[in-house]
């Protein structure tokens, strides 16, 4: 069965900090590592993995992806109240995905 | 495109009732999924499709059903509702060799 972990659970950093949230996983047929954010409503997409070591980055959000030890990390640097959500990752194998229990993260301002 | 749609977007069952659950994309997706997310839970996936006249079971399908008999629709059936589907409700989809799933706004169902 296919197997997504992430971690912590939850986070609350000021605003400025920098986070990094970790997903760890365990999937036959692996094609891809998807993180999303959701806020109060549905999932939106942020990156797509699918190579170990290439970092993709989108203004202040980056992530990796480390298919020998099986896990990823997203990093978000000088957070803003607006990265408030809980960050999801998610691991497509054999036509569907797995879905992590999130990582909740909280900015106080 | 409109994307992924959902109806309704709110509904309060009785146990014991029965409905269905809309779902709709307009991006010409072979593959569409119905999702479940329990309070600070992540997403259980409940069925997909990977095409029409094609489904399959998830991780938690117990107590609900699903048809595929367009590319566009893919409908979730609950049958003799219990509170412990209790739930918010996402339908996505996606196109072939595509990763990323694009996800409809949501259903949220309480069940007393």
């Known amino acids: 069965e296919d197997k997504v972990v992430q971690s912590p659970l939850s986070l609350v950093v000021h605003e400025g900090d920098t986070v990094t949230l970790n997903c760890s996983y365990e999937?036959?047929?692996?094609?891809?590592l998807l993180w999303y954010k959701q806020e109060k409503k549905a999932p939106t997409f942020l990156f797509m993995l699918?190579?170990?070591?290439i970092e993709k980055k989108s203004g202040r959000l980056s992530s990796i992806l480390d298919k020998k030890e099986l896990f990823s990390i997203l990093n978000i640097t000088a957070t803003q109240t607006g990265d408030s959500a809980v960050y999801l990752c998610a691991v497509d194998g054999n036509e569907k995905l797995t879905f992590g229990t999130g990582t909740r993260l909280t900015i106080i301002p | 495109n409109a994307g992924v749609t959902q109806t309704p977007k709110f509904r309060i069952l009785k146990i014991g009732q029965s409905m269905t659950l809309q779902c709709t994309q307009d991006m010409n997706h072979n593959y569409m999924y119905w999702y479940r997310q329990d309070p600070g839970m992540g997403l259980k996936l409940i069925y997909y499709?990977?095409?029409?006249?094609?489904?399959d079971k998830g991780e938690v399908p117990n107590g609900y059903n699903v048809s595929r008999s367009t590319t566009e629709d893919f409908p979730l059936r609950l049958e003799l509702a219990a509170p412990s589907q209790t739930s918010v409700y996402f339908c996505?989809?996606?196109?072939?060799?595509?990763?990323?799933?694009?996800f409809g706004p949501g259903t949220r169902l309480t069940v007393t």
């Open positions: 999937v036959t047929n692996f094609r891809s």
């Open positions: 699918t190579s170990s070591g």
């Open positions: 996505a989809s996606r196109r072939v060799g595509i990763d990323e799933q694009y």
């Open positions: 499709s990977v095409g029409a006249g094609i489904t």
